[in-house]
């Protein structure tokens, strides 16, 4: 309840507070439900990338030697394990701040931060603090769901058909790609830590910092050169054959294996 005072206080002492946490709300909460709408109809790195993990695990499930998409693997793991170790690291310097016991008020007020109201303040730190936990959370969820894609990819049979592979590849893709967009959602989680960091030093900076995170995050998902090479790399696999043919080099040396086999046993060597 005295959190509930301390925001109704604050709406009628500074209405701009409100308004600044209802756009950040309005952002944060509303920008993934956003995006996988806008995803559907439109080429964003979101959707793009979806289909490129689809191809890498049609492509896996028929690959003999899997040692490739096992590194791969290994290094989705690792940028998640690190991202989740630097997410926790500031949790504990927020919390160290919020659940101190004290707050340098002084030291605050000359780096320009707005600490008229300790109550309020200490919202403004819990704000940041929420995002981060729920960043740390998916990161979590996405390390735990990369094992289980990991644990898939080692129980693929080999020597499967065309049929079988296509079932192999929807099912470990169902693995791979909720995974996947649980890491992209903890690394949002950043952009929007920083935007509610901006509330420190006013409702305005809070205002403006959401809306420029969704801006951001918004022009890289479909006009950055990354967003375009996707694109591009999308169109290229939607027209690829699939099962992928052999290289001329591989089938030259099979062909060259068939030729050799009968001549060895006839003691040619």
Known sequence: MSILNTLVRA????PLDIAGLVIFMFCWLGYE????RISKSRGLITKDLSVVRRAWMREMTVREVKLYDSNLMAHAVNSATNFSSANLLLIAAVAGVLFGGHLPLKSLTTLGLDVS???LFQIKMALVLICLSRGLLDFIWALRQMNYCAAAMGSLPENMDVDTAAKFTNAITNVLEPAMT???Q?????????AATAWLWGPIYLALASIGAVALLGWRQSRSQSARGLRQLRELLEE????????PIAAELQTKDKNTAPHNAQGGY
């Open 33 to 36: 439900p956003f995006l996988r």
């Open 11 to 14: 709406a009628q002492d500074s």
């Open 117 to 119: 109201s300790t109550q």
């Open 182 to 184: 649980s890491f992209s």
């Open 240 to 247: 690829h054959p699939y099962p992928t043919p052999p290289r």
């Open 186 to 194: 903890g690394v949002r989680a950043y952009y929007f830590s920083l």
